[in-house]
């Protein structure tokens, strides 16, 4: 019957958003855990897939984005006096198709940028 059928796709959609949020949220821990590695880096405190690290300064939070989407990563500067001056911060939104190998580079990455603009 066609109910039987609905709730047989409804279980199926259910079961593969459980099954991304999941993944979703071990990419966010796995991104959290690279970084917190590095206590010069302070984050922005968030359980959700949008990370922010704050970077002080126009200048050299733009020169470590410059530097991350050159390697390939959409990442965005948050400049003052978008936010309070001193609280600049590095955006990242880490989504669903990203690959662990993907998240451990950006990890990389932006510990790179910032430690070559410090």
Same mark, same amino acid.
Do not use: Y
């Given at each position: 019957s066609s109910d039987v059928c609905s709730s047989d796709l409804a279980y199926t959609l259910l079961q593969s958003s459980n099954d991304k949020i999941r993944k979703l949220n071990k990419l966010t821990t796995l991104f959290k855990q690279k970084l917190h590695a590095f206590p010069e880096i302070k984050f922005i405190e968030s359980q959700s897939p949008v990370q922010c690290i704050?970077?002080? #300064?126009?200048?050299?939070? #733009?020169?470590?984005?410059?530097?991350?989407?050159?390697?390939g990563f959409d990442v965005r500067p948050i400049m003052s006096p978008t936010v309070a001056? #001193?609280?600049?911060?590095?955006?990242?939104?880490?989504?669903?198709?990203?690959?662990?190998?993907?998240?451990?580079?950006?990890?990389?990455?932006?510990?790179?940028?910032?430690?070559?603009?410090?």
């Open positions: 704050i970077i002080k #300064g126009n200048e050299r939070v #733009g020169k470590v984005a410059w530097k991350v989407q050159n390697a001056k #001193g609280k600049e911060r590095l955006r990242i939104c880490l989504h669903v198709f990203n690959t662990e190998e993907e998240v451990n580079n950006l990890a990389e990455t932006v510990v790179e940028a910032m430690l070559s603009t410090s």
